[in-house]
């Protein structure tokens, strides 16, 4: 058995769980009293999991520099690339007007904020329009959901859904093309009926969405999780 390099993290939690880094690298985070040679198990039985991960990380392209919010900065909206453009003499606010994002700011130090909001709002937006789709795709393969959603930002995930069904995305989500936003929401839904990243979970995404690791590569090809 191959051993695994991990660095272990202690909380004040009941369950121990496995995280894989951007980096690739495997943090394990158990609770205050868990016996070390348990999460050695526990890290040894995931495995072959951990290594899936690492691999679909080392295809990612390299970390884009962080982000200036300065006039001139490349964006994509909707899978489309857009050049950020500053303006200081109008009410604050975004718009999109032929190729150029007009972010709108009484200071240039607000454009960070300014930026975050206007697309977690259009995250919003979009996504419930999508979810709409999604879900009535999904009913064909007896899976359900009431549709509602939270938005928050994720460093290593663009969505994510709990055994009790609440449903969670990347407000930058927004910047993909809509049939990878499809491909998020799909993904999350069919673990309403299998909930692990098990094979009988990928047989029922490939009945789903036939062409979902098409969507998933132009996906993490276009867009850049947020840091």
Known sequence: MTRIPYTLKRRARRTLSIEVQPDGSVLAVAPLEAPEDAVELKVAKRG???????????????PLPER??????????????????????????????????????????????????????????????RMEFCLEHAAHFGISHSGEFSLRRMRTQWGSCTRSGKLTFNPRLVQAPKECIDYVLLHELCHLTEFNHSAAYYRLLGRVLPDWKRRRERLNRLVELPQ
Do not use: C, M, N
């Open 48 to 62: 072959a999991w951990i290594l899936r991960q690492q691999r679909e990380l080392a295809k990612l392209p390299p």
């Open 68 to 129: 200036q919010y300065v006039s001139g900065e490349s964006w994509r909206y909707l899978g489309r690339q857009h050049r950020l453009r500053l303006l200081t003499d109008e009410p604050e606010g975004v718009r999109v007007v032929r190729g150029e994002l007009l972010v709108a700011v009484r200071t240039p130090g607000r454009a960070e904020q300014v930026v975050e909001r206007w697309l977690r709002s259009r995250a919003a937006v979009v996504i419930s329009e």
